[in-house]
């Protein structure tokens, strides 16, 4: 099966950057299968992602890395060179509400989401046979109250001693603590249901129907210190009407939820999700 080098970049935008790499590209004998890029003229940023038929270059990503360090320089480059053969090692967490946490399950098991999921962790007992039937790793950490600091301490050790490129909060009802947010900054995704910035916090669902909304929606987003402020990777709605109850609303809130949240995994996975401030720049 083949497999690939992305190369991702962002820079300061002037003439010339995709002239430069696509030469040292295919000076390197590479086969580019997927090129995307886009000028942000506000900030004057400019963003690139490509994808390389690895077998073409016939370097390792190690090599190739060293080679492209000089470009990456001349242009102040952010960039980073990934091998698809190594796959990325995921945690999730979730509660007791598991539409998230089955829908992300068989599509890994199905392979779209080419990953390997380390371990599940959650507050709650309740979906351990779920996951363990899965042959995945559970993890119950309780999260009393009244000192939560132990619980979130326990959480970065499983996360760290599972070696964890990035954690997914598929419906986890709980606050990560500043320095979880800190330590895995652009690496912890979540599932919000309402479509932000509108109705953050609790029962946004609720809050729509209060308001009278005509649609509703779900977003992924990265999480960040500040609650359910951090740059959105992916959106989505339904549309309601008068005629449907919170109840309703929490039904069609649940797909959207579950599609949205695994798209946004997928995009991080490939490198199609590139920073950008507060914002994100997705090669979707």
């Known amino acids: 099966m083949s497999h690939y080098y992305r190369l991702v970049i962002s820079c300061p935008d002037r003439l010339g950057i995709v002239a430069r790499v696509s030469s040292f590209i295919t000076g390197h004998g590479g086969s580019i299968t997927e090129a995307s890029q886009h000028s942000d003229f506000e900030s004057g940023r400019f963003f690139m992602r490509y994808e390389i038929l690895a077998d073409t270059v016939g370097m390792t990503p190690e090599a190739l890395r060293e080679a492209f360090e000089p ?62 039937w899965h042959e995945i790793p559970y993890h119950h950490v309780p999260v009393p109250a009244e000192d939560k600091a132990p619980a979130f301490a326990e959480i970065e050790q499983l996360v760290e001693s599972a070696d964890a490129d990035c954690v997914v909060l598929a419906r986890y009802m709980q606050i990560l603590p500043p320095g979880i947010c800190q330590r895995y900054a652009g690496r912890v995704l979540n599932i919000h249901h309402s479509f932000l910035p509108s109705f953050a916090g609790a029962k946004p669902y609720h809050q729509a129907y209060r308001r009278g909304v005509k649609l ?43 599609a949205v949240l695994a798209r946004g995994v997928r995009w991080h996975l490939e490198d199609r999700v590139l920073l950008h401030g507060n914002k994100t720049v997705v090669f979707a």
């Open 71 to 132: 470009i990456a320089r001349e242009f102040d480059m952010q960039w980073a060179l990934t091998d698809t053969r190594q796959r990325r090692r995921v945690v999730l967490m979730v509660s007791r509400e598991s539409h998230c946490l089955v829908d992300l399950l068989y599509r890994w098991t199905a392979g779209e989401l080419d990953c390997d999921i380390a371990a599940v962790i959650s507050n709650h007992d309740d979906l351990r046979s779920l996951v363990e």
């Open 216 to 258: 509703i929606g779900a977003t992924c987003h990265y999480v960040t210190e500040e609650l359910d402020a951090g740059p959105i990777i992916e959106q989505d709605i339904h549309r309601v009407s008068h005629c449907h109850t919170p109840n309703d609303l929490v039904r069609f809130g649940r797909d959207v939820e579950k």
